[in-house]
């Protein structure tokens, strides 16, 4: 059963960068089927995909977010990261991590890290 | 891109069946796959319909999901309602620009 796990600060200041990892386990990263995707949740509110990225580094970006995100992958740690430059409080939410399957479905997902940006 | 469009809420009794719609403001409902998530408070969403109408292994019978291109919706049913279905459900679809989620529905049971 893959596992994902999300780590990164809980707090963030406004304007600076966020920056988050999830580490996958009982699973391997380099598999050309998956793609590894970040997906946020607001207080209170509903679930907004961020951005996807694969193994060779092709990624797809919610086009809402791209000008202030990017993700990286390093398959020696099986891991991937996300950052989100210029961060505001509207950016408070929840950030899961999930795998994303060859039917685009999100089939594991990492328990979910909350990060706030205070006002 | 486009929007899924899902009623805020719906409820129902015990026993009794409920369906929930995913409405696709663009582009063909039919054209690409339609997947469904139970998100219970504090928790990760889980995957309760994928494929349009597959239930992974573990998901009761009581859960089917289907797709009307006439309506260019998607349906997920719940049957035999149960207070632990009581929780929030999300469709979600994608397209060359990327994924989109619906704006999910809660479920109450009385």
């Known amino acids: 059963q893959v596992q994902l796990q999300e780590s990164g600060p809980g707090l963030v200041k406004p304007s600076q960068t966020l920056s988050l990892t999830c580490v996958v386990s009982?699973?391997?990263?380099?598999?050309?089927?998956?793609?590894w995707s970040w997906i946020r949740q607001l207080p209170g509110k509903g679930l907004e995909w961020i951005g996807s990225?694969?193994?060779?580094?092709?990624?797809h970006y919610n086009p809402s977010l791209k000008s202030r995100v990017s993700m990286s992958v390093d398959t020696s740690k099986n891991r991937f990261s996300l950052r989100v430059s210029s961060v505001t409080a509207a950016d408070t939410a929840t950030y899961y991590c999930?795998?994303?399957?060859?039917?685009?479905?999100?089939?594991?997902w990492g328990h979910g890290t909350l990060v706030t940006v205070p006002s | 891109n486009f929007i899924l469009t899902q009623p805020h809420s719906v409820s129902g009794s015990p026993g009794e069946t409920v369906t929930i719609s995913c409405t696709r403001s663009?582009?063909?409902?039919?054209?690409?796959?339609v997947h469904w998530y139970q998100q219970r408070p504090g928790n990760a969403p889980t995957t309760v319909i994928y494929?349009?109408?597959?239930?992974p292994s573990g998901v009761p019978v009581r859960f089917s999901g289907s797709v009307g291109s006439s309506s260019n919706s998607a349906f997920l049913s719940i049957s035999g309602l149960e207070t632990g279905d009581e929780a929030d459900y999300y469709c979600?679809?994608?397209?060359?620009?990327?994924?989109?989620f619906g704006g999910g529905t809660k479920l109450t049971v009385l």
């Open positions: 999930a795998r994303d399957n060859s039917f685009v479905n999100f089939d594991f």
């Open positions: 009982a699973g391997s990263i380099d598999s050309d089927n998956n793609y």
């Open positions: 990225i694969q193994y060779s580094g092709t990624t």
């Open positions: 663009s582009g063909s409902i039919a054209s690409t796959y």
């Open positions: 494929a349009d109408d597959q239930r």
């Open positions: 979600q679809s994608y397209d060359t620009t990327g994924r989109v």
